[in-house]
Every structure is written in structure tokens, then in C-alpha cells.
């Protein structure tokens, strides 16, 4: 099953370089060719951003496989954008209400 | 010239919010952002939309409003019974939402840096797109809930706000605040992000609501000082009753007009003037609604047109004891010279009555108002709300240049003063009391004018009957002291002398 992303930028910042570069490399990693990433920059197309009630940026949206998720940051700690992604539980809290 | 220091002009928007124009003086700083903090239930989201639709509505200006708590369908039902039809500016490009409300059952994890660019660049595409010049945003405290990282959230905040400056656009930010007097806002940061403060209140008082509004702060430019009461009305909003800030800029007229009894215009030097506020007070049954009658008919005699605020007494009531007087009510309205409105003080918050009285005024234009009674009135506010009332009403009259007649009732049967009267005496032009007089056995009516501004006047206490044709004034009470104060008391003439002599021995 393939994942569906789309990742908001907004320009091309700083911080836009860093998180495109960290999420390549974790889903590179994790899920090699198994994805689509859709890379929309909200100056050109803040319409697409008003559908997705998208905010803060960058955000990262999994439309496929549900849940439906948001991470948004520059994705420096993969353990939360692999969680994101539904590819790891999230630690201890994550176990604690399964027991 | 190199040495002349840049003097930047704060230029103001006219929000056309019935009343807050006046109290800003000219409206919210044009080009800036303005901060609106309250309570919840202080309507700040009612004002922040309202802000959108009186610029559409005043000359088609765009207006965006970005919600960070309600969804647009909510904002729109909620605010549907006010006629403000946002769904058709919306198709006519005038009105655009940017929502931001939390996603509900969208899990959202942060990692790592971010900032609100998203959010920025759907403001300013909204504001291209409706061509706005004023923008709301509702409200900070629910962005702050949001996201978490309350340091990230504070520079985009500022970030937001430069933003809108560069778009040139007026705005608002609403802002939560936990007590009605105390800090501005939950996050310490409110104030600083906007240059403006704007404070909106709803105390409860002695057991009743007041809203109140307050200009905190407007940086490099004037506005009124201190608590303005407001009222949201159901097919308006929010109406900001100005009061004492209706300039006192009447003429002093020299036209004098009969109070409807000549002996009482002999009493008065010549009669009332034209634009004076007259205020009559005494016990019940002492002959208020009487004299509020004579005034009436004194003007319908000269076809002026006269309007009574009847707050003690129902329509068939006032138009019987008239009648009872000789004075045909019924015939008058016919005629268009009278217009009777009677109300129970109940029915409405006294800020209502106060704009409903405003507003039946500018329609049937009289020339003579009368009031019975104002002290009615006191029942439905607090001493404060009230105090505001008399201000506002009897500065309303002046500024309309024309006659008021008040009345007010104390509270016990044989004189002394009424809370009205503590408020009201120093705003009227003329005071007339009426006061029983217990005299061998039998309660006469005795009537004195107190004061009568800019006019020689009787000082004398006259006792009054009344029958069948009204009012009759006759001669002053002699070997009586003691009447003002409630306590008449027979003297004989020696007894009075010594008294006298007494006030002004040196050996006290």
C-alpha cells in the first residue's frame, strides 16, 4: 500500500530546506519507493493550504493510509514523524493505556 | 528642515458601530492593529464580526475574518439574528473567512521547529482576493490553546501582526480574559502585540448585567476616558450609548414657553425655556402627572408637538386622569400633535429604554418631551447604570434643543430627596418640588420652584388645589416652616422672627 503525503511549505526558507531534507531521508529509510509526496509551497497555491486548514508550516499530511495525520515542524525528530506516519507506537504512554 | 522631527499622523477608520465613533473619537487607528480583550460572554467575537459588516455595509470595503475557535457555519448561525447576511458578501467576494478552527478528529504532532507561514499566506490571499481594509481576528487565546509552544506562538503572533501593517489593513485581535478588571490577557503577551487596547466588560451588579466598554489604550491618539455602557440589540449588535459625551454645545435660548399654568409661569419669571430640562419631584399623588399634563397641553395649545414617556401609568390611565383634568389626549394623537408611549420599566435594560427613547425623538421630532417618572426607571438598573441614563438622556434632550419635563417621585410620602434627584439636580435647568402640607387637620398641596437657571424666580412656598380644570396655584404658606424638609410646623409670626434672629446671633 502506497502512502499519500503532502508536505506545505511556505517559500523557500531556511527552515523549508531543513525539513524537506529531513523528511526525505526518514522516508527514504522507512518506506524506500512505498510513497507520493506532494510538495506545495502555500505563496503559490494558498488555496490548496485554506482546503487542508493547514496553519503552521512546514506540515506534513498522510492522507493515505488513515488515520488522517498532521506533523508539522521541520521533522528533526524522526520518532515523531514516524509516528506520524503510523510506522512506530509512540513510547511508553502509548503502552500504559493498552495495559 | 533636517532638524524638523518626522511627525507620523494617526489617521482613524469610522467603524460605523453606532455610538463607538464618538467614544474613539473618529474609530479604531487606521492601518493598525487593535486589541479587544473581555471576558467570555462580553461579546468581543459580536463586535469583531460586526466591524466587518459596517465596512461592507457603509461602502462595500472587503473584510476577512480569521476564526481560531468557532468554524464559519457556527459563526454564521450564531450570528444570523442580526441580519448581517455573510453568506451572500461571501459570493459577492466581500467577505472571506480564514478558518483556522481546530481540525476536529485530526490528530496533529509537532517535530520540531515551525511558524504560522501558512497562516500568513492565507490572510493576505484572503485580503487580495476580497480587496479588504479591515480584518478580525478571533481569537488569540484559542491559537494559543492550539499550539502549544507558547514562545513560537508569541513571534508568530508579531509576525501576523507585521503582516497585517504591511497590508495596510485595520484590525482587530480578540483576547480572553479570566477577570472583568485585572490583567488584559491570560498570556501575558496581549498588550504588546497590539498598539491599541480595547476593553469590553459584562458585570454583574447587584444582581443585574452591565456591559461596559473601555478604551484602555490607543497609542499616539485621543479617545474618551473610562467605562461607556453598551447594548447589543437584536437586529443591530452592539450600540454604544455615548452619553455625557454628546457635547454640550446647545444654545442658551431666552424663549420663554408656558408650563400650561400661568400662575406657575408668573412663578418661573415668564414661563420655561425653550431648551431647558425641567425637573419635578414629589411624593406620590402630589400632582406630578398633572403638571406633566398641563406641559403637554400648554404646547398643543400653540400646535407644538409633544411626546410623554408614561413608565408609572398605562395608556388609559394617563388618557382618563387627563380628561379628568379637562386635557383630551384622545383628540391630540388624532391631531398629530401628541404621541403618548407608554412602557413598563421591566420590559426592557435601561440602556434599551435609552435608545428607544433617542430613537422615538428623532422620528416624531416634538418640541416638548415630558418623562413620568424617571424614578420609575431606577427600578430596572443599578445606581451607576442609572446615573449614566439621566446623563445620557437629559444631554440628548439638550443636544435636540428642546423642552424636557421630568419627573421623579420620593420616596417618602412627605418630602425629602430621591436617588434621581441626587443625580439629575445639577444637570436641569429648573427644579420645581411639590410637597404635602399638613395644615389644621387637612393635607394641601404646596408647590416652590427650587431653582431656575438663568432666571428670576418666585422663592415663595404656594399652596395649589386641584379640580375638575387641573391645577390652581394660590397663595404662599404663611406660619409654616419645615415644608422642603418633610416636617411642617406651625409658627406664629413672632416665633418665625425669633428663629431668624437666632440663625444669625454671633454668641452660637
Known amino acids: ?99 | 528642515m533636517a532638524n524638523q522631527p518626522i511627525k507620523s499622523k494617526i489617521v482613524k477608520l469610522e467603524t460605523k458601530i453606532d455610538g463607538f465613533d464618538h467614544i474613539s473619537i473618529g474609530g479604531l487607528p487606521k492601518g493598525r492593529t487593535t486589541l479587544l480583550s473581555g471576558t467570555a460572554g462580553s461579546a468581543k467575537t459580536v463586535f469583531a464580526i460586526q466591524f466587518l459588516v459596517e465596512g461592507i455595509r457603509a461602502n462595500g470595503s472587503g473584510g476577512v475574518f480569521v476564526t481560531f475557535e468557532e468554524s464559519p457555519p457556527d459563526i454564521k448561525l450564531n450570528t444570523e439574528g442580526f441580519g448581517w447576511e455573510i453568506s451572500e458578501w461571501e459570493i459577492e467576494g466581500k467577505f472571506a473567512f480564514v478558518d483556522a478552527s481546530p481540525q476536529i478528529g485530526v490528530e496533529t504532532i509537532v517535530s520540531g521547529e515551525y511558524d504560522f507561514g501558512a497562516l500568513i499566506a492565507r490572510v493576505e490571499h484572503a485580503v487580495k482576493k476580497t480587496q479588504a481594509t479591515r480584518v478580525s481576528l478571533d481569537s488569540l487565546s484559542a491559537i494559543f490553546n492550539q499550539f502549544k509552544d507558547d514562545q513560537i506562538v508569541r513571534r508568530e503572533l508579531f509576525r501576523l501582526v507585521g503582516a497585517l501593517k504591511t497590508l495596510g489593513v485595520t484590525s482587530i485581535i480578540t483576547a480572553e480574559r479570566t477577570q472583568e478588571y485585572g490583567a488584559i490577557g491570560r498570556y501575558g503577551v496581549e498588550e504588546f502585540v497590539a498598539d491599541n487596547v480595547i476593553i469590553l466588560r459584562n458585570v454583574l451588579e447587584d444582581e443585574k448585567r452591565r456591559r461596559t466598554m473601555e478604551i484602555l489604550k490607543y497609542r499616539g491618539t485621543s479617545h474618551q476616558k473610562g467605562e461607556w455602557p453598551f447594548t447589543i440589540m437584536p437586529d443591530k449588535g452592539i450600540v454604544v450609548i455615548p452619553l455625557s459625551a454628546i457635547e454640550l454645545g446647545q444654545k442658551s435660548s431666552n424663549i420663554r414657553i408656558s408650563s400650561g399654568v400661568s400662575e406657575l409661569d408668573e412663578m418661573c419669571g415668564g414661563g420655561f425655556f425653550r431648551d431647558s430640562v425641567i425637573l419635578v419631584s414629589g411624593a406620590t399623588g402630589t400632582g406630578k402627572t398633572l403638571m406633566s399634563t398641563h406641559f403637554i397641553a400648554g404646547g398643543t395649545a400653540k400646535m407644538e408637538r409633544c411626546l410623554l414617556f408614561a413608565f408609572e401609568e398605562s395608556r388609559e390611565q394617563l388618557f382618563r386622569n387627563a380628561n379628568g383634568w379637562g386635557v383630551d389626549f384622545e383628540k391630540m394623537e388624532n391631531d398629530g400633535v401628541l404621541k403618548v408611549e407608554a412602557r413598563y420599566p421591566e420590559t426592557a435594560n435601561l440602556e434599551d429604554h435609552l435608545l428607544n427613547i433617542q430613537r422615538v425623538i428623532d422620528e416624531f421630532k416634538p418640541m416638548r418631551v415630558a418623562v413620568d417618572s424617571l424614578s420609575a426607571l431606577e427600578r430596572v438598573s443599578t445606581i451607576k447604570g442609572f446615573r449614566e441614563f439621566v446623563i445620557g438622556l437629559t444631554s440628548f434632550i439638550k443636544h435636540r434643543e428642546i423642552t424636557g419635563f421630568l419627573t421623579s417621585t420620593t420616596t417618602s410620602l412627605m418630602g425629602g430627596t430621591s436617588i434621581t434627584e441626587g443625580h439629575i439636580s445639577t444637570i436641569t435647568d429648573s427644579i420645581i418640588l411639590l410637597r404635602y402640607v399638613e395644615m389644621y387637620g387637612e393635607m394641601q398641596r404646596g408647590v416652590t420652584i427650587l431653582k431656575m437657571r438663568g432666571s428670576m424666580h418666585d422663592k415663595s412656598i404656594r399652596q395649589f388645589s386641584i379640580d375638575g380644570k387641573g391645577m390652581h396655584v394660590g397663595k404662599t404658606f404663611r406660619n409654616v416652616v419645615g415644608i422642603l424638609a418633610g416636617n411642617p410646623q406651625h409658627v406664629d409670626n413672632n416665633e418665625e422672627i425669633q428663629r431668624m434672629d437666632g440663625l444669625f446671633s454671633d454668641d452660637k
Open chain 1, 1 to 99: 500500500m502506497k502512502y499519500l503525503l503532502k508536505l506545505f511549505l511556505t517559500g523557500q526558507s531556511e527552515t523549508s530546506r531543513r525539513a524537506v531534507e529531513n523528511l526525505k531521508t526518514i522516508l527514504e529509510t522507512h518506506l524506500s519507493d512505498q510513497y507520493e509526496l506532494d510538495i506545495v509551497d502555500t505563496l503559490d497555491d494558498p488555496e490548496s493550504a485554506t482546503a487542508d486548514g493547514i496553519i503552521a508550516t512546514p506540515t506534513l499530511i498522510k492522507d493515505l493510509p488513515p488515520p488522517l495525520r498532521k506533523v508539522i515542524g521541520d521533522f528533526s525528530d524522526s520518532e515523531k514523524v514516524l509516528f506520524g506516519l503510523g510506522l512506530v507506537a509512540l513510547d511508553e504512554d502509548q503502552e500504559t493505556t493498552d495495559t
